[in-house]
């Protein structure tokens, strides 16, 4: 999906262009969230270099540690108003014959079947012994006893090999148990399939928000028995301590970079409702100081807390230490920068990523030590326990579709994509889901 290169004097070229950032603004006109801009992410691993904390383990994927992407063309479905609409840069292609090309296509092609949902479990190969699991919990409980940390996240990686295509999987996770911050990252050797429940931070008009989650139940057999969980899970001391230690430490981090008295808790201890499982949610808004780039809040929030620990830091060197192996992607962040200035990062967790080694298709991913590991997988590594798209809220209501790319590295100016903007309203449409409207650089359907 992406034009990758490696020319040097094309990076420097690109590297002086944006030493004046501010030249290559464009506004929005829109109430789209993001009409020109990259997409892509940046792995747990280039988080620990913004600490400056090594690692002990070998890289053993072969994927970048950060890559972003600047598309030509996106296709942004509007779940409110029913609405998909068409952004072209004129980068590949006139933009007036881009959009008449691809509305074209649309009403052309033949729509994707739902695919069925599945109860089988996939074998898979944990990098933990069980026993060596439980020592490693031991030893990071001791380091809570000690006082190096108040609270910490540990996770293991786990392995399957399966000729499922990745984007398959990614349907059939977002047709049966769709999330409200997932995505599908398809690159040039490597495939990103996303199911995660949780906002790392979200940056509009320099207002900043993020949501922290701790704490999880499962859902209930009936409305009985998930009112039961629901409250115990709020009413649980244990994930209410968990989640106000991350949500101190998400404050400090904003304090940092954010304008004084402008760090507050919106909204703490709320449970969320997903297909199934509970969530134990805090909302924190704050302002991004007046003279800041977003890239000085990222360097002041990331990793974020949740996946991490407190104090952040020794939590970071702690993992490393106890984990078999590099987290790679895992709990790193996957969304986008707006040339407006804004931009939008989930947390990377409920997460796989898709290699082919030696001829085989091979899926990594990673886990936290709670109740859903016992049932991880549905056929050829479907996560089954992934959040379903939150009850209630409405505001994060678009999907924004890849189409065609630009050139791509993670820090591309913006005068490379070409000057001005067209965007268009494609056709409006009913009872469409979104599972079933485009896979990345193929066709879709608009029911007439």
């Not at 929005?28 to 913004?50: C, E, Q, V, W």
């Not at 590949?92 to 033949?110: F, G, P, S, W």
């Not at 990098?127 to 380091?143: L, Q, V």
């Not at 996303?194 to 209930?220: D, H, M, Q, Y």
Request: charged share 30%; proline share 4%; hydrophobic share 35%.
């Amino acid at each position: 999906m992406g034009l990758y290169k490696t020319d040097r004097s094309y990076y420097n070229k690109i590297y002086k262009e944006c030493e004046h950032p501010e030249k290559q603004k464009e506004e929005n006109p829109t109430s789209l969230p993001l009409i020109a801009g990259a997409l892509g992410y940046f792995s747990y691993d280039y988080g620990r270099k913004f600490e400056q904390i090594s690692s002990r383990h070998p890289k053993k994927l072969s994927v970048p540690d950060a890559l972003f992407v600047f598309y030509d063309l996106l296709i942004i479905d509007d779940k409110i108003e029913k609405a998909l609409y068409i952004t072209a840069r004129g980068k590949t292609k006139n933009q007036d014959v881009a959009i008449t090309d691809l509305e074209q296509e649309i009403k052309e092609c033949a729509s994707y079947k739902r695919p069925k949902k599945h109860s089988a479990l996939a074998p898979f190969t944990p990098n933990f012994t069980k026993e060596d699991y439980k020592k490693a919990i031991d030893k990071m409980i001791s380091y809570i006893i000690e006082g190096d940390i108040y609270i910490a996240n540990m996770t293991q990686q786990l392995t399957i090999e399966s000729q499922k295509p990745p984007y398959e999987v990614y349907r059939y996770l977002r047709t049966h148990n769709p999330s409200p911050f997932g995505g599908f990252f398809q690159c040039n050797t490597f495939q990103v399939v996303c199911a995660s429940p949780e906002r790392f931070l979200k940056v509009k008009n320099r207002c900043i928000e993020t949501r922290p989650i701790k704490g999880t139940r499962k859902r209930g057999e009936n409305p009985v028995e998930d009112k039961i969980l629901k409250e115990e899970l709020k009413n649980s001391s244990k994930d209410r301590s968990e989640l106000l230690m991350i949500v101190d430490l998400e404050r400090n981090d904003l304090n940092h970079v954010c304008e004084a008295g402008s760090v507050k808790v919106t909204e703490h201890f709320a449970v969320e409702t997903y297909s199934t499982v509970f969530h134990l949610v805090t909302t924190i808004i704050s302002k991004l100081k007046e003279k800041l780039p977003v890239s000085d809040l990222i360097k002041a929030a990331f990793p974020g807390g949740s996946i991490t620990g407190a104090p952040k830091i020794r939590a970071m060197e702690i993992i490393d230490e106890l984990e078999h192996d590099r987290r790679n992607l895992y709990t790193g962040s996957m969304g986008y920068f707006s040339l407006d200035g804004n931009c939008d990062f989930n947390i990377i967790i409920r997460t796989a990523i898709h290699l082919d080694v030696r001829g085989k298709r091979v899926w990594f991913d990673e886990t936290k030590n709670d109740r859903l590991v016992t049932d991880w997988y549905q056929h050829f590594g479907i996560v089954k326990n992934a959040s379903a798209q939150v009850q209630g809220r409405s505001e994060d209501a678009f999907t924004i579709y890849v189409v065609k790319a630009g050139d791509s590295f993670w820090r591309i100016a913006a005068k490379q994509m070409g000057s001005g903007l067209k965007y268009k309203e494609l056709a409006r449409y009913n009872n469409l889901r979104t599972s079933d409207i485009i896979r990345p650089g193929q066709k879709l359907k608009i029911p007439q």
